[in-house]
């Protein structure tokens, strides 16, 4: 049988870079086709290339053995290739329904729209997916997750032969991964491709028959899953071996903790948080995780003075009025590195030098007056110091990839002294060697006597670095575990124990 | 606008002077369009008509657009900042009233008089920036609610007739500094004030954060709700000043004066490549904006255009001149996303972006 996608000696070049050079694979049909690949590897150009956004310099594109030029991505649609974004492309004020039929609405009578035509039409492509949804629902009310399956709902209706999902797990949570991967494998079932491009590897060797390892725009090697293992993909993606264990994050245990530095007591908040407790040292690090819903988000913004809760007291250096704002808080010595980078923690269309030194200008460390000269040295060093790769600060900071953004901000703080420092997802879309890179700066202000929060889903993350970690259940703190102790399989323990609090634990 | 990396080693070469370089160098290319056309214009109507290529025509065209400079300078301010006040075109009329009768009823001085109108002026963005902040209304909606009280509230006090007034404030048409008028001095002043404030201070630099990303700029410590007021406050009593100036050019409170001039000066605005989503604007951007209108006007004036025609004149240069912006915005943006994200330089993963086949739509010109 030919391969439903066969990409043969593609070659693409941009002025100034080769981002893809002699690139051959093929993807055979019904099969999950993992890509993979650090940041710049070229795995996007490709993507691009498939969807028609990109036409290559030379090579060629077959689909189902037939040469395929594609001018523009609805060609390629119509070749029957769609790409999945992530919560993109969803009319907000439609209702669930619409959304999925929007483009193919079912033949009315008169020109009207049948309003029961559409809702049987949708249901029918849910049913196919196994997927439940309140069809009347506006699609605004749904969560990332939803929003994404959606998406492939709709993908599905247009007689997609090949569905590509570039990061689709980014926002999500472990369970709603899990939601995900049973409509992956349903897509397969039906004899739907499926390209699937995630940094999380485990993920690929949940979910992946196939792996496409590319490097520097050149194919290292296609390979069944099978006949890999996570440490043997990662040195294929970057040529040597690259460690994320807790002895080389770490460092050993440490006993170094001082004196309190956020105190949180008998804080509530609505439904998102009851009654929780707890201390924060300088020379620690405190991982908090739980499930979404759990309330760790909502805590985030309370330990960063973005929100007062009604009841309890937050304190910062033994002050209760310093969380009380986030100005307040960020004058007070509190960084907040929040999660949703792009929308939250950086100005896209500004500059590098600009995003940098932004709390420096909040705070007022230098002055009234701007001296645009100094501004850009200044920008320069604290690039350097956090090693972001940039060649001109004066660059706009969207042209960075996640890995290099995520250190900006880092380098924001650093700047004005900050010595608390309250993480959201610090990994969030960042490369496994930036990854890495983060992790030991994370470390490092620890060492240096920082007091460091990390919120994260990302359990493995919280085994390598944190000395304490709290789970979250329902608005309260679950459990505690000693850093060491906190392993994947403990942490997830409780989380599932928490979750199933009154209902049998089937593991 | 960002500066062109790809064009990185003239860039480097080349060195604004420090003065320019924050205001003037991602910038020029709004600048130098609007300056030719102001020139363009002015040759081709001298050529029509000799008295427009005067000293004292020149002074004119500076003297009547003062009150209109002087808005677009704090509608400037708001608009870097994410927010709007479409209601100060109501301000001038309303203050223009309050002055009048200040000066027939009570006799008061001009002093006391100004003290009076910045006051209003004060009070007013004050109710507005603490309702936008702290309420969060749109301040798009809110002003224009405002709109319509606040021209009520002139007409309410004039009992809608123009009060003609002859003495007051005629130090601002005799007084002359420099060759120029006050107004005209005024004007200037309040823009290298506020040139200075936006582009040079942290206060600048936190309302381009404001404006750029709210949610960023509050969570890295900009206090947003004090920036928020102070902008409104800002912008209002700028108002009244204009509306000052308003009733010293006409002699008279006029209810109805101001009528379409908080358009006027977000098209002023919108020439000099500020952004209506904010985060985008230069102080000297808007005055050229202004300028251009000016010229623009008086040109028709010179030229014995109908004038049922200059509407159309006016609308024809803002669509001329945003769809120019936005076509040069679309291929820029098409050669940045091929050649800036796979620079060697920048790390960066092209497809980290997926906004490069979909031009993101744009409000206003750039």
Redesign the interface.
């Known amino acids: 049988m030919a391969p439903l996608i066969e990409f043969k000696n593609i070659h693409k070049g941009?002025?100034?870079?080769q981002?893809l050079t002699d690139v051959s694979f093929s993807v055979a049909p019904g099969d999950i086709h993992a890509l993979v690949g650090e940041?710049?590897a070229g795995?996007?150009?490709l993507?691009?290339i498939a969807t028609g956004?990109h036409r290559p310099d030379a090579g060629t594109i077959l689909i189902e053995g037939e040469e395929l030029r594609l001018q523009s991505?609805r060609e390629a649609m119509e070749a029957g290739i769609r790409v999945i974004?992530q919560e993109?492309h969803i009319a907000e004020e439609l209702t669930v329904a619409e959304n999925i039929v929007l483009g193919q609405l079912p033949k009315a009578r008169y020109g009207f729209l049948s309003g029961s035509a559409i809702k049987r039409e949708a249901q029918r492509k849910l049913d196919r997916l196994g997927l439940h949804f309140d069809l009347a629902a506006p699609a605004r009310t749904l969560s990332v997750a939803d929003r994404q399956l959606l998406e492939i709902a709709r993908a599905v209706s247009f007689h997609a032969k090949l569905i590509v999902m570039?990061e689709p797990t980014a926002s999500l949570h472990p369970g709603e991964v899990e939601v995900l991967f049973d409509v992956i494998r349903g897509l397969k079932a039906e004899g739907i491709t499926v390209l699937y491009i995630s940094h999380h590897l485990e993920e690929i060797f949940e979910i992946a028959d196939r792996v496409t390892v590319l490097r520097d725009g050149q194919l290292v090697d296609t390979a069944p899953t099978e006949d890999l293992d996570i440490p043997g993909l990662i040195r294929m993606m970057f040529g040597e071996q690259v460690r994320m264990e807790r002895a080389e994050i770490h460092g050993g245990e440490t006993d170094q903790a001082g004196e309190v530095a956020i105190g949180v007591h008998r804080v509530s908040y609505g439904r998102s948080l009851s009654d929780v407790s707890f201390d924060v040292r300088y020379g620690e690090l405190v991982a908090i995780t739980g499930a979404v819903g759990s309330g760790t988000q909502e805590l985030a913004r309370v330990l960063?003075g973005?929100e007062t809760p009604p009841e309890g007291v937050v304190t910062v250096d033994g002050n209760e009025t310093v969380a009380a704002s986030?100005?307040r808080?960020?004058?007070g010595g509190v960084a907040?590195i929040?999660g949703d980078r792009k929308?939250?923690?950086?100005?896209?269309?500004?500059?590098v030098a600009?995003n940098v030194?932004?709390?420096d200008?909040?705070?007022?460390r230098?002055?009234?007056?701007?001296?645009?000269?100094r501004e850009n040295a200044l920008a320069r060093r604290l690039c350097d110091e956090q090693a972001v790769?940039?060649?001109?600060v004066?660059?706009?900071i969207?042209?960075?990839?996640?890995g290099?953004q995520q250190k900006v901000i880092i380098g924001?703080w650093s700047d004005v002294g900050s010595q608390i420092f309250v993480f959201e997802d610090p990994t969030a879309?960042v490369d496994i060697p930036s990854k890495i890179e983060i992790y030991r700066t994370l470390r490092q202000l620890v060492a240096e006597g920082a007091a460091v929060v990390v919120i994260s889903t990302d359990l493995q993350e919280i085994y390598c670095l944190a000395d304490r970690v709290l789970v979250m259940r329902n608005g309260e703190i679950a459990g505690v575990l000693e850093g060491a102790a906190a392993t994947e399989q403990a942490v997830f323990d409780m989380e599932m124990m928490s979750i199933n609090d009154d209902a049998e634990v089937g593991a | 606008m960002?500066?062109d990396?790809?064009r990185?080693p003239s860039a480097e070469s080349f060195r604004w002077p420090?003065v320019i370089?924050?205001i003037g160098r991602e910038n020029i290319r709004v600048y130098v369009p609007l300056v030719v056309a102001i020139i363009g214009l002015s040759i081709y109507t001298g050529s029509r008509n000799d008295l427009f290529l005067t000293w004292n025509n020149f002074e004119l065209i500076l003297l009547a657009s003062a009150p209109l400079g002087i808005l677009a300078v704090g509608q400037t301010l708001l608009l870097v900042g994410g927010h709007l006040d479409l209601s100060v075109g109501s301000m001038v009329s309303m203050t223009s009233v309050i002055v009048a009768l200040l000066i027939r009823d009570h006799s008061l001085g001009e002093v006391p008089i100004l003290v009076v109108v910045l006051i209003i002026g004060a009070l007013v963005g004050l109710i507005y920036g603490l309702i936008v902040a702290f309420i969060r209304v749109p301040s798009f909606i809110l002003t224009l609610g405002g709109l319509s009280v606040i021209s009520s509230i002139g007409l309410t006090l004039s009992n809608t007739a123009t009060i003609g007034v002859r003495e007051g404030f005629g130090s601002l048409r005799s007084t002359e500094l420099l060759g120029f008028r006050l107004p005209v001095i005024i004007w200037m002043a309040v823009l290298v004030v506020a040139g200075f404030g936006l582009?040079?201070?942290?206060?600048?630099?936190?309302v381009?954060?404001m404006g750029?990303?709210e949610?960023?700029?509050?969570?890295?410590?900009?206090?947003t709700k004090l920036t928020t007021v102070v902008l409104f406050m800002v912008n209002s009593m700028l108002a009244a000043v204009a509306g000052v100036l308003f009733f010293a050019r006409i002699g008279a409170g006029a209810p109805r004066g101001g009528i379409g001039l908080e358009l006027t000066t977000i098209a002023a605005i919108v020439l000099g490549g500020a952004s209506l989503a904010g985060?985008?604007g230069t102080i000297l951007g808007s005055f050229l904006g202004v300028l251009t209108l000016g010229f623009v006007s008086s040109s028709l004036t010179f030229l014995d255009v109908p004038e049922s025609y200059s509407p159309l004149v006016f609308g024809g240069v803002l669509i001329g001149a945003v769809l120019i912006t936005a076509i040069a915005e679309i291929q820029r943006q098409r050669a940045s996303t091929?050649?800036?994200?796979?620079?060697?330089?920048?790390?960066?993963?092209?497809?980290?972006?997926?906004d490069?086949?979909i031009p993101k739509p744009r409000q206003g010109a750039e």
Do not use: C, W
């Open positions: 941009f002025p100034g870079v981002a940041n710049g795995k996007s150009t993507i691009k956004a991505p974004y993109r570039d960063s973005a986030r100005p808080a960020a004058a907040f929040p929308r939250q923690a950086l100005m896209l269309d500004r500059s600009d030194l932004l709390a200008y909040a705070l007022g230098r002055g009234t007056v701007v001296q645009p000269r790769k940039v060649t001109d004066r660059q706009p969207r042209t960075l990839s996640g290099n924001r879309g | 960002t500066g990396p790809t990185k420090s370089s924050p582009h040079f201070t942290r206060f600048g630099r936190n381009f954060a750029s990303s949610e960023a700029a509050y969570l890295s410590g900009v206090p985060g985008r091929t050649v800036v994200e796979h620079s060697p330089e920048s790390d960066a993963d092209p497809a980290d972006d997926n490069t086949e």
